[in-house]
């Protein structure tokens, strides 16, 4: 996949014209994903700036102040940080479609359902890039665990989507890692056996999900997810062609 990252020595490109929304991203940021995927839903005009994040821009400070992606700009002089934070923004800018559950107390479970899915994407982390291998059915059993309380929710909620008869805020959030679910396996060269049968919600869910028009237009598949994580663990990762 060719994608042009901008990197150190590089200038800041003009701002969007028109007062248009960008996006400071890298194409496999799963953080800089969820990003997309509610500009996406929006159907906001929006244009990407990506980032290479090893050889980072002299300006990127001035856009996050922690040099990470991703970060909106929201061209009206204000600059959002945080995934979650920009999916929240544009929920609040563009109403239609909502992303939020109308339902106070639904939403409130699905914030705190988003937050505990730190633990999935930091053993995901681990088991991609850690240092310190431990064997994979150690992290598999650590994520089953964690992904319990989300098959719940779809049983209590007794639809396909966490969000209803179509995805929502929390659906969205957690789907760029299970895009990338197959990644630890093909990088350990070990399978990770998924119990398929404790968890027959999420695995409707990630089927439907798949045929979402937002997870399809901002799509990448599981092989070159692959290819950037094992480039990336070799240290012979080239953003611009991965
Ligand atoms: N909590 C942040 C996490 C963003 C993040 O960790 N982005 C990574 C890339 S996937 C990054 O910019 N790393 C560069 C760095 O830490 O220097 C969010 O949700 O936006």
Redesign the pocket.
Known sequence: MSTKHLKKGDPQPAAAEGGKLRLYS?A?????H??RLALQVKGAPFDIVN?N?LE?PEWLTAV?P??????LDAGDGRIV??????ADFLDGKFPEPPLWPADEDTKARHKKLIDDFGKVAKIFYEAVYGKEKRPLGDYLEDIVAALQPFEDELVAGGNLFFGGSCPGMLDYMIWPWAERAKVPSIINKQEMNFPKDKFPKLLAWREAMKEDGAVKAQAVDTETHARFSRAYVDGTLDYDNV
């Open positions: 890298m496999f940021c799963p953080y800089a969820r990003a980032i994040l980072k996050h922690q040099g990470k992606v991703p970060a940080v945080e995934s979650l934070d920009i």
